[in-house]
């Protein structure tokens, strides 16, 4: 027989175990957007550019700019480990730093010093680079090195022992050699032409070049610490601003902003590089949108992503084509043919973007509304987990580790 203190036990008991079930699904999922040990994404926070109604840039005195290093490996709940006063630029594409694949170092270079001028400000080409020791606890500058002027988009090859800088005012290639946290320049490589970023192919043998204002993509030969161009270019798409490569090193894809001024309200595309032809040539050229300015292609080499401006940013906000926020365009891969399967609104002028290691998340920097989009990736489908970071001021630039 059955008392009435029973029942109500056996009715605790009963929630209980619901509870507790619950708490263990909740553990599991969150477990299973965790893994061991730090991962970092390093995140460059620039104070001191704004814009107003009409779209103009307005300076601001310098001194607050930030880099941040972030680790995910909690992936729906990143954490900022430390914010480095040094100054970056939003002046530049969104990968002007980069962590080494064996996430010892970054490296940051700063695009834009700032001068006074009269009242104001005014934004000249600098030539620092910082390193990083991601080693130490916090992380802490290691070194400050000098390169080209406007130092802008950077890659690191896998072997984590050459550095190649795009200097968009010296119309060069910085070639520097690193070992641990000693970076060193070794030579320099003309280019003829202002170029914005550099990709470094999986094996170590080529490097891809965007020359911005000639609508190019320049291929640069390696060998060991040896970089030469035979002045070799691809015509791709208007105003190619970054560019990356597949695991695989079949294909590279170039995304092709548009218009140097940003968002017109057109679309706009990437272009396909078939890096298997002999010479690689463009093979293909996907619309996308609006202003496709950062871009990275996953470590799983399943899809890419191109973050479109989308009118979010720099221009009148009385245009047709203004918008609140940014999107992110969804590229399927499936060998040479890439098709755009989908798009996400984000935060207003998205910049930088990351993939994880696994490849099963990406985070998007927010400049306007100063945060980090994380949205969720499962096979090529991406949605957005509708959770956000908050950084200490408009993110300009984003990178994770070089692989």
Not at 44 to 67: A, E, S
Not at 242 to 256: C, E, F, L, R, W
Not at 274 to 289: K, Q
Not at 326 to 354: F, M, Q, S
Request: charged share 20%; hydrophobic share 40%; glycine share 10%.
């Amino acid at each position: 027989m059955t008392t009435q203190r029973s029942v109500r036990a056996a009715g605790w008991c009963k929630r209980g175990l619901t509870l507790l079930a619950g708490l263990a699904l909740s553990a599991c999922a969150t477990t299973a957007s965790m893994v061991p040990g730090p991962q970092y994404m390093i995140v460059g926070v620039d104070q001191k550019v704004t814009r107003d109604d009409t779209g103009k840039v307005v300076f601001l005195p310098p001194g607050k700019d930030v880099v941040s290093v972030v680790d995910i490996s909690n992936r729906e709940a990143p954490r900022i480990v430390a914010s480095l006063p040094l100054m970056n630029s939003v002046f530049g594409p969104p990968t002007n730093l980069a962590i080494t694949p064996d996430e010892r170092v970054a490296i940051v270079a700063n695009s834009m010093a700032w001068e006074q001028d009269g009242a104001g400000w005014k934004a000249v080409p600098d030539n620092k680079i910082y390193l990083i020791d991601l080693t130490a606890n916090p992380p802490r500058l290691a070194a400050t090195v000098q390169g080209g002027k406007q130092p802008s988009g950077l890659a690191i090859n896998a072997r984590g022992d050459l550095v190649l800088v795009a200097n968009r005012a010296d119309n060069s290639i910085s070639v520097f050699s690193l070992q641990g946290t000693t970076l060193k320049l070794i030579d320099t490589v003309a280019m003829g032409e202002q170029v914005a970023s550099v990709a470094i192919t999986r094996d170590g043998k080529w490097a891809l070049v965007t020359k911005f204002p000639g609508h190019k993509i320049a291929v640069l030969k390696i060998d060991g610490q040896k970089v030469t161009y035979d002045k070799y270019d691809m015509p791709v798409g208007l105003w190619p601003y970054n560019i990356d490569v597949t695991p695989d090193g079949k294909i590279a894809i170039s995304a092709d902003n548009g218009n140097a001024g940003g968002s017109d309200g057109h679309v706009d595309t990437v272009s396909v590089i078939d890096l298997e032809a002999t010479p690689p040539r463009v093979i293909d050229r996907v619309v996308v949108g609006d202003a496709p300015e950062g871009f990275a292609i996953s470590p799983t080499g399943a899809i890419a992503v191109a973050i479109l401006l989308n009118g979010s940013a720099g221009v009148p906000k009385t245009a047709w084509f203004a918008n609140k926020n940014g999107k992110v365009a969804v590229l399927r891969i499936d060998g040479k043919k890439v098709t755009k399967v989908k798009e996400l609104e984000v935060g207003g002028l998205p910049e930088g973007v990351v993939f994880s290691p696994d490849g099963k998340y990406i985070y998007v920097g927010n400049y306007v509304t100063r945060d980090v989009s994380i949205l969720r990736v499962d096979g090529t489908d991406v949605t957005d987990t509708g959770k956000r970071l908050q950084l200490p001021g408009p993110p300009a630039s984003m990178r994770g580790r070089a692989r």
